[in-house]
């Protein structure tokens, strides 16, 4: 974007005195944002790992829990928010259940993938050892499937940074009210980009946490890398 | 009007139903078409770009992690952003800078699915085509980029979806589009407009089911029946 520097003088996109006179509302917006991403992410772990579960136990179920998700992605985010703000108001927990949804089937999707590609000579060598089912999941496949989770864990984690500002609609979009309150009130520029910057900068630094919670996760995939 | 208020569903229904609502100015069908306007110039101008520069990519057989890299960056980008940033930079206000605000979502999967298209050609076909003596651009266009037609269908699926999906966002910046019956909705507060929010939900959620739902059969039609088990486009790994 090469106008960015040619920004007119009055209205530039990086201002420190921007930074320096609203530290309080750059760290609410913040602090929001960080809150309603956690909230979804966690919500939408603790329903698509169990469902993920069912589908990979039940296999009959797979179709039926993928289409259910894939029906629920296709709808336009603010839709969702449509549907569901006459019912549960203006407030935060309108923002938090359209998150959970779009995160959903990326963490069904990819724990499910993960789950399948545990080798079928594992599974036998886990059930001749006497594993029951529930100690199998536990013990042997969720902790292979972790890479799969993972990736869903931080696809939807990324997603859902960018998705919280959609918020705005209701009044908690966390950055988001920076972004689009920098655009309503004369197209101020700096606040619009702090926004958006900050925005970027918290999905790459929880992308990056997560990516150092997988590693301390999976020792033996640590090894493996080690010795090729 | 008390019971009215407290029922957001037959609100909605009593919207939908004031044949006013459908074709005043600024109505339903007015902002159907505003909402596929900037949806075919987004997706055309996706396709635009990404689709030459990812055949291109495949047929060389490099970048794909590039692309990669590309689609996990665009994915933490909000929407919100570029359609507040670009009508502030030289594309100036207006429907071309929301067009371009969400066309830079559309690429990466147009891009993903064109790469992945042409190198999953096998390279038995594509020695033999060589040796039928084409040149790099007659085997790209005539061998790979034929093959890797089903691959741009789903790709096309997967981007159109998104993008009738993200124009609804359009609203925040009165970029026009079905989205503004959602915003007018909230601008009345809930106790009036409750049933214009949700009747304008119901209207996008219904679009976007139609694009997904057509684009699925014009995405079978397009892929002969031996590659049909290909499905739905994913990122090259």
């Given at each position: 974007m090469p106008s960015l520097r040619a920004a007119q003088p009055g209205n530039p996109w990086f201002s420190r005195r921007y930074l320096e006179n609203n530290p309080d509302q750059i760290l609410a917006a913040l602090t929001e944002h960080v809150t309603l991403t956690g909230q979804s992410v966690l919500i939408a772990t603790a329903l698509g790992i169990p469902l993920a579960v069912m589908a990979y136990w039940?296999?009959?179920?797979?179709?039926?829990?993928?289409?259910?998700?894939?029906?629920?992605y296709t709808i336009p985010a603010l839709a969702v928010f449509a549907f569901i703000a006459p019912y549960l108001g203006v407030g935060a927990g309108t923002v938090v259940v359209p998150l959970v949804l779009y995160a959903l089937l990326v963490i069904i999707r990819n724990t499910l993938t993960g789950l399948l590609q545990v080798p079928a000579e594992v599974r036998d060598a886990a059930r001749g050892m006497g594993y029951g089912r529930l100690a199998q999941l536990l013990r042997i496949d969720l902790p292979l499937a972790v890479p799969g989770i993972l990736t869903g864990l931080r696809l939807a984690t990324v997603a859902t940074v960018a998705m919280t500002t959609i918020g705005v609609v209701v009044g908690h979009g966390g950055l988001g009210e920076l972004i689009l309150g920098g655009f309503r009130s004369n197209f101020f520029r700096a606040?619009?980009?702090?926004?958006a910057l900050l925005c970027v900068a918290l999905a790459l630094v929880l992308d990056l946490l997560l990516l150092a919670g997988g590693w301390l996760l999976t020792p033996w995939a640590r090894r493996r890398a080690a010795a090729a | 009007m008390s019971q009215l208020m407290s029922n957001p569903v037959q609100q909605a229904v009593t919207w939908l139903n004031d044949p006013l609502n459908w074709t005043n100015p600024g109505g339903i069908l007015d902002r159907l078409g505003e909402h596929i306007a900037l949806s075919a110039g987004a997706v055309a101008l996706a396709c635009l770009v990404a689709w030459p520069v990812g055949l291109w990519l495949g047929h060389r057989g490099s970048g794909g992690s590039a692309i990669v890299v590309l689609s996990n960056v665009t994915l933490a980008i909000p929407v919100l952003a570029t359609l507040t940033i670009l009508p502030l930079t030289a594309v100036g206000f207006g429907r071309p800078a929301v067009i371009m605000?969400?066309?830079?979502?559309?690429?990466?999967p147009l891009l993903a699915t064109a790469y992945t298209g042409v190198r999953e050609v096998d390279p038995q076909t594509r020695e033999a085509a060589v040796g039928m003596g084409l040149s790099g651009g007659q085997l790209l266009r005539r061998v790979e980029l034929p093959l890797a037609v089903p691959y741009l269908a789903a790709g096309f699926r997967t981007a159109s979806v998104q993008v009738v999906a993200t124009v609804t966002l359009a609203v925040f910046v009165n970029g026009g589009g079905l989205g503004t019956i959602i915003g007018a909705g909230f601008g009345l507060g809930m106790a009036t407009g409750g049933g214009q929010i949700l009747a304008g939900g119901l209207l996008v959620a219904v679009l976007a089911l139609l694009v997904e739902g057509g684009l699925a059969v014009a995405q079978r039609l397009l892929t002969p029946r031996a590659m049909r088990r290909a499905g739905r486009a994913t990122a090259p790994t």
């Open positions: 039940f296999r009959p179920l797979t179709g039926p829990i993928l289409a259910a998700a894939g029906v629920l606040e619009i980009l702090t926004g | 605000a969400l066309a830079i979502f559309a690429v990466p």
